[in-house]
């Protein structure tokens, strides 16, 4: 299984950055997804969850309103929208797979994405 995350990169505050997260040797459609993030020094901490058929989205309070999680299970790909982007923001992000279901615990997943490093200067 494979969890290969991209589109992070620097960026100014108040930019926007869309994160893709394309998966192979699973069964995409049948996975519930997630974002974290790390930040320098911090632990890991969670962002968003989709469910397997996208009927389901969670969010953690900083980002919501900001961040907007989606997935095209004809590409096996999820996605995070980001807006309004703060020097906060800056972390890994890493991307994750559950094959039971989503939830807030890193615990939840089976899977763990390399990450892609997002950095917002002020």
């Known amino acids: 299984v494979q969890l290969q995350a991209s589109g992070g990169g620097l960026v100014q505050a108040g930019d926007s950055l869309r994160l893709s997260c394309a998966a192979s040797?699973?069964?995409?459609?049948?996975?519930?997804m997630g974002w974290f993030r790390q930040g320098p020094g911090k632990e890991r901490e969670f962002l968003a969850a989709?469910?397997?058929?996208?009927?389901?989205?969670s969010y953690q309070d900083s980002v919501k309103g900001r961040f907007t999680i989606s997935r095209d299970n004809a590409k096996n790909t999820v996605y995070l929208q980001m807006n309004s982007l703060k020097p906060e923001d800056t972390a890994v992000y890493l991307c994750?797979?559950?094959?039971?279901?989503?939830?807030?615990?890193?615990?939840?997943?089976?899977?763990w994405g390399q990450g892609t490093q997002v950095t917002v200067s002020s």
């Open positions: 989709i469910s397997s058929r996208a009927m389901r989205t």
């Open positions: 994750a797979a559950a094959k039971l279901r989503i939830g807030v615990l890193g615990s939840s997943y089976d899977y």
């Open positions: 040797g699973l069964a995409f459609s049948t996975y519930g």
